[in-house]
Each structure stands twice: as C-alpha cells, then as structure tokens.
Nanobody, 115 residues
Framework: QVQLVESGGGLVQPGGSLRLSCAASGFTFSSYSMSWYRQGPGKQRELVAGITSVGGTNYADSVKGRFTISRDNAKNTVYLQMNNLKPEDTAVYYC?????????WGQGTQVTVSS
C-alpha cells in the first residue's frame, strides 16, 4: 500500500524556520521524482520545490534562497527546509511522488506563519 506521510508543520513566527518531512512507503522511492506543493487559503495548489531521482532540484521563484528540498533514499524520505518564513507561506503543504504517468499524494501538513 502506497503511503506518503508529511510531518513537521506548525505555527511559527515570521522569520522563523521549519523542516517538513515526507516519509514514503509502498513503492520504489529512489526511482521517483519528489515534490512539495502548497495550497494557501483561497488559492490554487502550487508547486514549491521538486527534486528528481538523481538529485536535480527546482524551486518556485517565491521561495528561492529561503527553502531547500532534499531527499534521503536510505530513509525513503524527502525534506523541505524552510527558512525566513513569511505570512504568505501559510498553507497546507503536500508532498507528491511522480514517475512517468503515476502520481501519489500525501494528506498534507499545515504551516501557519503568524506573529
């Protein structure tokens, strides 16, 4: 059974940091590209960052220089280190696994940036 379980969300003040984790099981993690998406209140879901099976990364312009995506294939886990958080980063964050025409999604973790 495929599972993607996000964790690490919470409430943080502007300028603070969080590290999200997404633990995968039920598929060959190392063969999949992994991504983080987010959906803020009243907004469409958007791509935040992605990492390929060989480690290539890409980021949304809004998070470049602040967020870092990484993966640990030995632990079947993808991470999103988020620094200098802003109120506009408030959203539910989802991880996604993709290989060819197959997508798997997690259930999401809430990140709230507020003073």
């Amino acid at each position: 059974q495929v599972q993607l379980v996000e964790s690490g969300g919470g409430l943080v003040q502007p300028g603070g940091s969080l590290r999200l984790s997404c633990a995968a099981s039920g598929f060959t993690f190392s063969s999949y590209s992994m991504s983080w998406y987010r959906q803020g209140p009243g907004k469409q879901r958007e791509l935040v960052a992605g990492i390929t099976s060989v480690g290539g990364t890409n980021y949304a312009d809004s998070v470049k220089g602040r967020f870092t995506i990484s993966r640990d294939n030995a632990k079947n886990t993808v991470y999103l280190q988020m620094n200098n958080l802003k109120p506009e980063d408030t959203a539910v964050y989802y991880c996604k696994a993709r290989r060819q025409w197959t997508d798997y999604w997690g259930q999401g973790t809430q990140v709230t940036v507020s003073s």
